[in-house]
């Protein structure tokens, strides 16, 4: 995920290093060859970021509404086999793509959950996260997002926060997680469309070191998610259905 170049580093004196930086790949995503879209993202766990994907955009529901996945060098092509999914793909709300949200929401249903989490847990989340970071140590150029359940925790690095948080929803569903038993922990800030991708599939908490945006709130407020923000060292702020958090 990263390579290696040569740099000057210039401080009180300038000297010829060897520096890391991260891989970033076009990918196109082509699904029932009629539905396309191309993604800017660390190019591996392409299959766990198509599923991811669909999940997370409402394309499907499960893994099973997903007939073949066949991934090339710049594309990933994705077979779906549902009736619907003509009238699913209208309703796709992409991360670069502010103005829909607000009508894409109201398809979205809300979280029902009573999962429950304790300061602890968020702390160590977090600290869990950094230590996993791997790419991110080196080159300081990736997003990481990590969910953690009962049976463990799964994360998953990329250039991108939102294909990050992709590519660890489909490598969760490929472990048949119960979404709505697990929360995301996460960094970067937090948007509509992060909060979209929650919603759909079920996961009722998110918590990031940086903070939410106008839109995430409203989204989290009303889809019933748990919102987190600001999670460092031994502080967080919870911004929406605090309930789902022990403070003790």
Not at 61 to 70: H, N, P, S
Not at 76 to 82: A, D, I, S
Not at 160 to 184: P, Q, T, Y
Not at 216 to 241: D, Q, S, W
């Amino acid at each position: 995920m990263f390579k290696k170049i040569p740099s000057k580093r210039v401080k009180n004196s300038s000297k010829d290093v060897i520096e890391k930086i991260a891989i970033d790949s076009e990918i196109e995503l082509v699904i029932n060859e009629v539905f396309t879209r191309k993604f800017s993202i660390s190019p591996e766990c392409l299959q766990e970021f198509a599923i991811g994907y669909l999940l997370g955009e409402g394309l499907i529901t499960a893994t099973e509404d997903i007939d073949e996945i066949k991934v090339f060098d710049s594309k990933v092509e994705v077979k779906v086999n549902l009736e619907d999914f003509d009238l699913r793909k209208e309703l796709v709300v992409g991360s670069d793509c502010f103005g829909g949200w607000r009508h894409k929401i109201d398809f979205v249903g809300e979280i029902e959950s009573n999962f429950q989490l304790s300061k602890k847990d968020l702390l160590e989340s977090f600290s869990g996260l950094k230590e996993k970071a791997r790419v991110w140590k080196e080159t300081g150029g990736t997003h990481i997002a990590g969910l953690v359940s009962h049976d463990g925790f799964i994360s998953r690095e990329d250039v991108s926060r939102h294909v990050a948080a992709d590519k660890v929803i489909g490598a969760a569903a490929l472990e048949n997680v119960n979404f709505g038993e697990c929360f995301m922990v996460y960094s970067g800030r937090m948007p509509a469309d992060m909060m979209i991708k929650l919603a759909r599939v079920g996961i009722p908490v998110i918590a990031s070191n940086s903070a939410p945006t106008s839109s995430g709130y409203e989204v989290a407020l009303k889809a019933g998610i748990t919102l987190i923000g600001f999670l460092r060292e031994k502080r967080f702020n919870v911004y929406t259905h605090p309930q789902r958090v022990s403070i003790q």
